[in-house]
């Protein structure tokens, strides 16, 4: 008989409230340029050194929710619920979409995506500012 082993959620979430603050960071400097940050590979490793797929992921989050499909991270989906308990990062999410992800060499990587919305906003404002 094959043995079940039952999916554990919630694993990341400590490591992920504990750089909460870093990550709210990036995604405030994201505004400028990209950024990054490197964890530390035995943080990830030590919680789960088996997690199936590896530690990458990417995450786009809007309105605070994932706009792509993380069914498979469960880093991605501990990262999402702390955002999602973060006043800040929800304001950040309201109008902006942002692309959050970490590579195989655990560096983190955090880019302000321009929406459609925004670009159509701003193409407004241009024609606008014209007409006058």
């Not at 407004?124 to 006058?132: F, G, N, V």
């Amino acid at each position: 008989m094959a043995v079940s082993y039952p999916i554990n959620y919630d694993l990341y979430l400590f490591l992920w409230k504990k750089y909460r603050p870093v990550i709210l960071k990036l995604m405030i400097d994201s505004a400028d340029s990209p950024q990054q940050y490197q964890f530390i590979q035995h943080e990830f490793k030590d919680i789960n050194p088996k997690e199936k797929g590896g530690h990458t992921f990417t995450l786009e989050v809007f309105k605070g929710r994932a706009v792509n499909n993380i069914k498979m991270s469960v880093v991605a989906q501990d990262l999402l619920e702390i955002l999602q308990k973060s006043k800040k990062a929800i304001e950040l999410t309201e109008n902006s979409t942002y692309q959050l992800s970490l590579d195989k060499h655990f560096v983190f990587h955090v880019e302000k995506v321009e929406s459609e919305v925004e670009e159509e906003i701003e193409e407004e404002a241009i024609d606008t500012s014209t007409e006058e």
